[in-house]
């Protein structure tokens, strides 16, 4: 699970630094984080399987958080830009990852496809995050 928030953390960072804007930057974090899931089934499973395993092996909490900071200083970035209000960045953040996790564990498990939706994952999160933000 370490290893997977600390590879996730690594493809968001490359994802933000891709990005042209603040707003676009969150949408690349959302994007990366699907194709990540997407791309890394097993770790995904692991990694958001539980407290558990957080509680038990507090590095993993940590690479967690530091993969979480990536979505907190897009946000800050936003609100610096005027994108978004002074609320606390991660009132900002739960929506928003809320929306893109569940997004990347319906997308591991075949479920949109499996209920009629055929936008690609990467199209649902640019409308995620413009309906968010």
Do not use: N
């Not at 507090?58 to 958080?65: I, R």
């Not at 991660?90 to 564990?105: F, K």
């Amino acid at each position: 699970a370490e290893q997977g928030f600390q590879q996730l953390h690594a493809d968001l960072a490359a994802a933000a630094d891709r990005a042209s804007d603040p707003k676009e930057r969150v949408v690349e974090l959302g994007r990366a984080y699907v194709r990540w899931a997407i791309d890394h089934p097993d770790h995904y499973q692991v990694m958001f399987g539980g407290e558990s395993l957080k509680a038990e092996q507090p590095s993993v909490a940590v690479a967690g958080e530091q993969a979480f900071s990536d979505l907190l200083d897009a946000i800050t970035k936003c609100q610096e830009a005027g994108i978004v209000g002074d609320r606390d960045p991660r009132e900002v953040a739960a929506p928003l990852w809320s929306l893109v996790h569940g997004i990347a564990s319906l997308a591991i498990g075949g479920q949109l496809g499996a209920v009629g939706i055929v936008q690609a994952p990467d199209d649902i999160i640019a409308g995620v995050v413009a309906q968010v933000l």
